[in-house]
């Protein structure tokens, strides 16, 4: 799509368009002309009136947006359109954007679908959301190539034909013709819209967003009016076409919003935390708690409806009883990260972290790096994937290798041990295990991982070494050994050493051994 954006839209209460700086041929309120007279007697000059012109053109479009609106939206369902989204080629980051929008403005999203760029099937599902809510925002299709068909398919639902939008044509033509270029037939075809419908300006882009509004029909289940809005699909357009022109338009219920706070949690397998969180999870509370799940942790995502004033003591309160009945499970709120969590904590207490990774190859040391402020605590480490490396880097025994394994408890502990003492660090994790698919075997099956710590505790070395049996492919064990080390290690600056890890076979812990 051409980068030079169309000169915006402004909508009239006919359904057609005015472009910016064309006046409507209408008689000049009163109020503005006395406005504009006081403002020439007074003297301040042409510039500050038509500043002050402007912001009152501005009040009244604002004012005429929630005019056009016909429902009050409680709720809301978006459509993605695009083959490459249907067919996984391409992640939507568009509608999950709108979502979280919407929730702040006070509009739930309640559904959401995908469909290919077909103009049958485009039309359907926009006849049948838009029995589901009040309110549908399509993403996608405005474009000037043959499958952009969501003008088209809108009209089928609305059983109406194309027209063109008259402004939008000379905006183009404008357009084109100030680059050297004639406007082609395709790019004109950005100008339709339902006949019903109304341009919707576009301030980056060159295609004009769509608003119609589709009547209630008990004939289809759809028992009150939805208002649609047509979207386009690259992001800034988007996100432009939407804080501008759609959210001024919204009715959300009255002095209600939609709050969320985040609250992550490591550890402990779905199911368990289930049963911790008991009734905290009832779906008809108000906040509401839900789960997700990850490979390494789980995100409490806690809900809150109803108003504004209220939120903020009730999403605290929710999260206090979260953080009751979870424990030292709970590693942080919001943006925080396991990474950004145990850093934290290290920074707190002035204290320097090294890592030595066998199976891991460099994936901790890479996830602690990537965590701003990082180098205030984490001094680096070693990749010791071969037996050899581990023995010339960071002094582990070829007898104690040869004995027990290199996936073993002792050979765990010496590298920890090894990496402390070598880096003058205050702590050092070390990861050794059999990632897979191959490797296994039956006292060593793939997913087997030892994880250790160890600690300077004055002049001693504390030492901690978890065994875990982790399940999934190559990258899910190494990504849940890299959490779980992490883990460790956040455990025990938070003096929280008995608590049980997921995955975790066994614990073998050392007071004091002698550096």
Known sequence: MDGHPLPPLRLRRDGGSIHRGQRPRRARPPVRAARGQALRRDGRGEHHRRAQLRRVRARALH????????????RACTLAIGDEIVLGQKDDTNTPWIAQRLAAIGVMRTEHACVPDERGVIASAITRLSCAAPLLLVVGGLGPTADDLTRVALADALGETLVEDPEAVKWLTRLFRARGRTLSSAVRGQALRPSSGRAISNALGTAPGVFATLPADDAIGRERACDVFLLP????ELHAMFESQVAPRLRPPAKESISTRVVHVFGVPESEAAQMLGDLLDRERNPMIGITASRASLSLRIRHRGRRAAAQAELDEAEAQIRQAMGPYVYGVGETTLASSTLGALVERRQRLVVVESCTGGM????????????EAFLGGWITYSNDMKSAEVAVPRALIERHGAVSEPVARAMAEGG??????????????IAGPGGGTPEKPVGTVYIARASRVGSKVNTEVRGFRFTGDREAVRE???AMAMGVLRLH???AVDVRLMGE?????DAHIAE
């Open 63 to 74: 004012a005429k947006g929630r005019a056009g609106v016909s429902v009050e939206h409680d």
């Open 364 to 375: 901790l040391g890479s996830t602690l790096s990537q965590t701003s402020g990082s180098s």
């Open 480 to 482: 849940r050994s890299v």
């Open 420 to 433: 402390l003492i070598g880096a003058d660090a205050d702590h050092a994790l070390a990861v050794t295990g």
């Open 505 to 509: 076979q066994s614990c073998v812990r």
């Open 493 to 495: 600056l938070a003096a």
């Open 233 to 236: 699909g690259p992001p800034n």
